[in-house]
């Protein structure tokens, strides 16, 4: 003879499957993890944006080595300008990579530093040096005049 129990438990209610128990918390997270994991690795391994107007320096010969002038680039976009040597000019985008904060040109330190965060960038490739930012500095092609 064959006893029915009344509290068989199945089929599962609704409610019942809705429980986060372990098995789906920890796959859940997993699965939030390698989400977060290959967004970096995509923000990572993004290309940096080089800008392809240059900007014309007019009065190069007055910027002294190891100064620093702010210039108004295409569009809205402010670039900063320094002078490594007597030969070299660069210039990038002031906007740090990490949360867009203007950055500054530190001449006793010799590097772009954003005052936000406290990056540094490389003085002539705008590489990062400390701080958050994963990329560096955009760089803007000069021409001296």
Known sequence: MFVLKTDDGFPIAAAAERVLDRRRFLCTAGAAAVAVATGEWLGATAPVPVATTPIVLADAASLAVGAARSIDATGDTQAIAVRIDTTTVVAF?????????????????????CPCHRAAFEARTGLPVTGPARRGLTPIPVELA
């Open 93 to 113: 985008d002031r906007r740090c990579p990490h949360l867009g904060c203007p950055v500054v040109w530190s001449e006793d330190r010799g590097r772009f530093e």
